[in-house]
């Protein structure tokens, strides 16, 4: 009688830790749904957004007042969020031999991408002469005029007068456009060799289930299950243990 109580216990006891596994389960299971929503969500947002016009700026603060310089047309900037009307963005980020430049663009001025571009960024040098004026009474051998290769950035415009945005050991500058090479860099036409893509027939949408999610539909068929085998525990028929043979019975057998 007590080997049946016992029995018995031993068994609610198992059911018990089937309920708490299946309602761990439940709890977890809507947080794990949403990261790896929120994972794809970050796999399928555009990473670069393309300049398409002239005159898009770089702005150091989501300020119209802020201008940096503007950038190259045709090139793209990396996107890393979002900040109102504006985009955060970086520009020859991960770059050799470049200084990453982050700020702001007007979102509406750039067009974000679908695809990640081989040649994001336009990577471009411009020869800066500085000049000092001749004093005709210094000696033979005064350097007067000297040349240096700067990485270019972008343009800026100063009234009536046009810089360049430049680098120059380590320290970003604007230098005049009249000191520098002409310009000459080749467009990006990397966009117009990317493939359109195929035109694929929209999926049925998923049938409701009744306002059920997938949560409750898990613990619905999980508390089922626990519930069928709480009853094949309790209720399944008790194995008879065999008898040994009657004596004559063995007697007649053996006749």
Known sequence: MFGQGGSIMKKFRFLAAAFAAAALLVLFLPAFASAAESEEENAQAPAYARIEQD???LYRSPSADSG???????YFVKLSGEAGEYYIVEYLSGTQGRTAVRGYCLREEVTPVDYTPATPY??????????????TGLPAGF???YTVSAPYYGTF???SSTYYYVELNGAFGYVPATACSLLDYPLNTEHTETPAPEETEPEPEPQQSG??????IVLLCVLGAAGL???YFLFR?????KSAPREEEAEEFYR
């Open 211 to 216: 306002g059920l999610s997938v949560a409750g």
């Open 122 to 135: 336009l990577y471009y040098a411009v020869d800066v002469t500085f000049r000092t004026e001749a004093d």
């Open 157 to 159: 415009r100063f009234g």
């Open 143 to 145: 350097i007067t005029e």
């Open 55 to 57: 005159g898009v700026y």
């Open 68 to 74: 940096l310089f503007v950038l190259p047309s045709s």
């Open 229 to 231: 085998g709480l009853l």
């Open 237 to 241: 028929p008790a194995h008879a243990k």
